[in-house]
């Protein structure tokens, strides 16, 4: 039986913020010295490969990079000089770090959004008609929390970029509302104070809170991989009566396929390249891939299929693909983002919101772990799948 929503769940993606505003709290001017070390680290082929495969295939990305045979001139910015990065002669200049198994492993998990009394302002919370509230951001806390038991008994470290529902950032919407006029154009129409709290709330909870939890794994040292966990959903088909849809599938992302608006920032540009040098890409698909056998393993749900340009397909099976996000962008170490489930599909809402807790409890005739149990479960298969 379908239930009205009661509560409004963000059922609709929001792009992220492209390239702060000069006089942003968030504007990063971009320090290209920090490619220097990474001079003759990577062939052409590797290069020409990633970008066209995985961080540029929808975008001419040459308006901004001038391929050579010994290298790439990249803009910088309006009136600076282009940076010239060399390429190698071939070969594996920069050797990879070989993992046996995850012990040892340095491992950041982020549980997706806040949860908790934060969970309305960031859309991530609702209730069908009769039933108990079901907040994404409680959820990934809760699946962070078990994982995180799971692979310290294996020997890794782990650290959970936010231990509670609370907000990493010390800054509040309210800290922002001069910023958010930054962000909003002279000729914005309609109601601009009511448009500029909009603003400043989606900077506090996605660019800060994004932001700080960076900056936590930097402070921490640093991990070797960081796995983003997060629960889809998707917009109901009738949107005035926002129903539970019968829909469920699942998909991993990694970072990539930026937009031409997304390249045409300095700031992004240097990211990309840094994580290009870095060979984020290579690690982040194979566990990314890793991940994908590990959750159709545990569900069997169907590919999520994205429409747009925004996103791009690495496998055939179209489980696994690359988007440009603030978090698998800024995080300095390979991203794989998880998104299984519908969260507001007829499958899962009811098991969802009922949270975590041991051992079985029936729904729909069947008896079921925790979705945060299964979600830790299945995200240790497939880091055991890739490491082991």
């Not at 997706?112 to 934060?118: A, E, L, P, T, V």
């Not at 936590?216 to 960081?226: F, K, S, V, Y």
């Not at 966990?229 to 599938?249: F, G, K, V």
Request: hydrophobic share 40%; net charge negative; with cysteine.
């Amino acid at each position: 039986m379908r239930c009205l929503l009661t509560i409004c769940f963000a059922l609709f993606v929001f792009a992220d913020f492209v390239g702060a505003p000069i006089g942003s709290i968030f504007h990063e001017p971009a320090e290209w010295e920090r490619l220097d070390s990474f001079q003759e680290t990577i062939s052409r082929e590797e290069f020409m490969h990633a970008m066209d495969r995985v961080y540029s295939p929808n975008v001419d990305w040459s308006r901004w990079m001038t391929v050579g045979e010994g290298g790439v001139w990249v803009d910088k910015g309006e009136g600076l000089d282009r940076y010239y990065l060399k390429f190698s002669n071939g070969g594996e200049v920069v050797p990879k770090r070989r993992f046996d198994g995850v012990r040892g492993m340095r491992i950041a998990l982020d549980p997706g959004h806040i949860g908790g009394d934060w969970g309305p302002m960031e859309h991530r919370s609702f209730s069908a008609e009769g039933g108990a509230v079901l907040q994404e951001g409680d959820l990934t806390l809760a699946t962070a929390i078990r994982l995180a038991k799971a692979l310290e008994e294996l020997g890794a470290e782990v650290f959970l970029t936010r231990e509670e529902a609370e907000p990493v950032t010390k800054l509040r919407a309210e800290d922002l509302e001069d910023e958010a006029g930054l962000w909003l154009s002279d000729s914005e129409a309609g109601d601009r104070m009511a448009k500029q709290a909009a603003v400043a709330r989606r900077l506090f909870y996605r660019s800060a809170e994004i932001r700080a939890r960076a900056r936590r794994i930097e402070e921490w040292g640093g991990a070797d991989i960081a796995i983003v966990l997060h629960i889809n959903a998707s917009a109901a088909p009738d949107s005035e009566r926002q129903r539970l849809h019968d829909r469920n599938d699942a998909h991993v992302i990694v970072n990539g396929c930026y937009l031409a608006e997304e390249l045409a920032d300095p700031t992004q540009r240097l990211q990309l390249l840094l994580r290009l040098v870095k060979g984020y890409q290579g690690e982040e698909v194979k566990l990314g891939a890793a991940m994908v056998e590990a959750i159709h393993d545990a569900t069997g749900l169907p590919p999520y299929r994205y429409e747009g340009e925004n996103a791009v397909p690495l496998d055939e099976e179209g489980y696994l693909w690359a988007r440009n996000l603030l978090a698998n962008r800024s995080y300095d170490c390979p991203v794989v983002y998880l998104e299984p489930w519908q969260a507001n599909g007829e499958a899962v809402y009811e098991w969802a919101a009922a949270g975590d807790y041991d051992g079985e409890r029936q729904f729909a005739g069947e008896l079921r772990q925790s979705l945060p149990a299964v979600y830790a479960e299945m995200v240790l298969r497939g880091l055991e799948a890739r490491y082991d």
